[in-house]
């Protein structure tokens, strides 16, 4: 039998990891997949070849297949996610000018760095974002409205060109994935003040996503897909198995990335400065643990309520959030389900145990840096 | 959706408009502004990328926006021309290799224009015409679509405002109406503005 091909859209940041993973462990080939995995220059490049027919499914920021669905995305189109393929991972940095003038602030602390900032005299704040329908956007837009007269100009710049944009003064601070935040602190042009999960500690970043008509017509084909992502975002947890995930990814023809940029993101080890020593960040990226992949309605909610929906957007959002394939795809392969489909955002201040399938399923915090909780049923 | 007749002799097209071309390589920016000038086009500005020169892009407001499908700094064109007001927002031009299909499917789905192929110089004119001849038949029918939904809007509001005229006047529907009219006639203002007017006022007593 020959390998069903799939093509499969991606951008290259450590956080596609899982569908590198898929491939080059062979967790795709066991589904019977020929996963053909597609470089895409732009978010907005790959949007349109997603909702055109040109990928069959693809890697995609948590907020674009809800922002499309709201009929702002740019391109009207069903595009649901299958599930999550990573929770945080992102980083919030600022230029050595921003850094000298808001002086030291503890690494992480959210609320500090922010009153720090708000007090900053100037010019509003221009702060570099690799795309607007992005959950860095959002949290920087929920992170920096609870300071009311701080004014800030998002500016959409490409990852790779972030270090650039701050060495040369376009932008003052950054909110971008890895490895892109680290290598703007080896080029010597900025420095890390926090990360995505100090402002939100479960945050979905990046998806599976495909069009609602194509998982209908494919459903055979979309379970494998599901699988071997699920397997190899498993596999990318495992603590014995992250140097060996290092090695592969650097090695990858796509990523094009070397071991050190990848390092990390991975290890969760971050070097906040020229010079620092490496800060242990607790989740700092997530691809498996804590039901990191299940694709919780109730962020989708979340997620569209920043993006400024009523509550029929807020409904159409849930069901592009396929918590329901997940359970029908993934039960026959032994994965713990949660009981639930949704979870009030921001009220687990601690791991906590909860129903599921198998019993043993422990929740991570996903408390908010301001305490606020999220009820959307 | 079909796309109905164009006219590829629409006289606006030989207008002198602003286009910037967004490419990093020089001599091909060279070839691409000399083919555009040779086409009647003066009026060019190119950049070898735009990522944070979102002010530089504001300021030239181009009319068209060339760059390659390729390019990672589409996702800011994106954001500087989703933040301009859609009569005065840019056509960007997405040169691309891939196939034929997708221009058309791009330009049905009603968002952009892919120019497919490459961009050979000397076809540089009508690649280009016939791509803004498309985009501006969608543009239109978007145009009319949202000043159609906008009269709905504007039908609910005087209906509400007829209506309050009528609870607290004792008037006729007509009467209402009437009222209205005279009232914009006689301030000179529209009578959507006048029955807007009323509905806040409405609001804030109820």
Redesign the interface.
């Known amino acids: 039998m020959t390998a069903q091909v799939l093509n499969c859209g991606y951008v290259p940041l450590v956080d596609c990891a899982p569908l590198v993973i898929a491939k080059e462990l062979g967790f795709a080939a066991e589904e019977g997949l020929d996963l053909n995995l597609v470089r895409q ?5 790959l949007r ?1 070849m997603l ?4 990928l069959d499914a693809a890697q995609m920021l948590s907020p674009m297949p809800i922002a499309m669905s709201m009929g702002i995305g ?4 069903q595009i649901d996610t299958l599930m999550v393929l990573s929770v945080n991972g992102t980083v919030f940095g600022v230029s050595n000018t921003l850094a000298a003038a808001i002086g030291d602030v503890t690494f992480g602390d959210a609320k500090g760095l922010l009153a720090r900032i708000a007090a900053h005299e100037g010019r509003p704040l ?1 702060i ?1 974002v ?3 329908y992005a959950m860095h956007r959002l949290l920087l837009s929920y992170w920096t409205k609870t300071a009311p007269k701080l004014t800030i100009e ?5 990852p ?2 972030m270090a650039a ?1 701050v060495a ?1 003064g ?2 003052d601070a950054f909110w971008v994935g890895e490895p892109w935040g680290s290598v703007a602190v080896q080029t010597g042009d900025a420095t890390l003040m926090m990360t995505g999960s100090d402002v939100w500690k479960f945050a979905p970043e990046k998806v599976l996503a495909a069009r609602r008509d194509w998982s209908a017509d494919n459903s055979d084909v979309g379970r494998r897909l599901m699988r071997a992502v699920y397997r190899a975002a498993q596999w990318l947890d495992g603590r014995q198995n992250k140097p060996l995930a290092i090695e592969i990814l650097g090695r990858s023809e796509h990523l094009n990335l070397s071991s050190d940029l990848i390092d990390p993101a991975v290890t969760g080890h971050l070097t906040p400065g020229l010079g620092q020593p490496p800060v242990a960040v607790t989740r700092f990226l997530q691809f498996h643990k804590h039901a990191a992949n299940f694709p919780w309605r109730s962020q989708a909610a979340w997620i569209a309520q920043q993006l400024g929906a009523d509550a029929e957007g807020t409904a159409r959002a849930k069901q592009c959030f396929r918590s329901d394939l997940y359970r029908q795809n993934l039960n026959g392969i032994g994965a713990d389900l949660p009981g639930a489909s949704e979870k009030v955002e921001g009220s687990l201040k601690f791991e906590t145990a909860v129903a599921s399938t198998r019993g043993h399923m422990i929740l991570a915090p996903d408390a908010f840096f301001d305490g606020r909780t999220f009820d959307f049923t | 959706m079909d796309l109905p007749k164009i006219d590829y002799d629409d006289s606006s097209m030989s207008e002198n408009l602003r286009i910037l071309v967004v490419e990093a390589d020089p001599s091909r920016v060279r070839d691409i502004v000399d083919a555009l000038n040779d086409a009647g086009w003066t009026d060019v500005m190119a950049l070898a ?1 735009i ?4 002010r530089t892009v504001k300021e030239f407001a181009p009319d068209i926006v060339l760059i390659d ?8 064109l ?3 021309t ?1 933040a301009t007001e859609t009569d005065k927002r840019a056509v960007a031009l ?1 040169v691309d290799r ?1 196939d034929d299909t ?1 221009t058309q ?2 330009l049905n ?4 224009a892919y120019v497919v192929d490459g961009l050979t110089m000397n076809r540089i004119k009508p690649v280009l015409e016939t791509a803004i001849a498309r985009f501006k038949v969608i543009r239109q029918m978007q145009s009319e679509l949202d000043a159609a939904k906008q009269a709905l809007e504007d039908r609910k509001t005087i209906d509400r405002a007829k209506g309050f005229l009528m609870r607290q006047r004792g008037l006729s529907e007509d009467e209402a109406y009437g009222l209205m009219r005279k009232t914009a006639m006689d301030q000179g203002r529209k009578v959507i503005d006048v029955a807007t007017a009323l509905v806040t006022a409405a609001d804030l007593l109820s």
Request: proline content about 11%.
């Open positions: 220059p732009s978010w907005s490049a349109d909702a055109l027919g040109h740019g391109l009207p189109a221009r570099g690799p795309f607007h998002e500016v959409t710049v490409p790779p060109r944009a040369e376009h932008v | 990328q990522s944070a020169l979102d499908l390729a390019n990672p700094d589409r996702d800011t994106e954001q500087i989703v997405f891939t997708l499917a791009a789905a009603g968002v952009s």
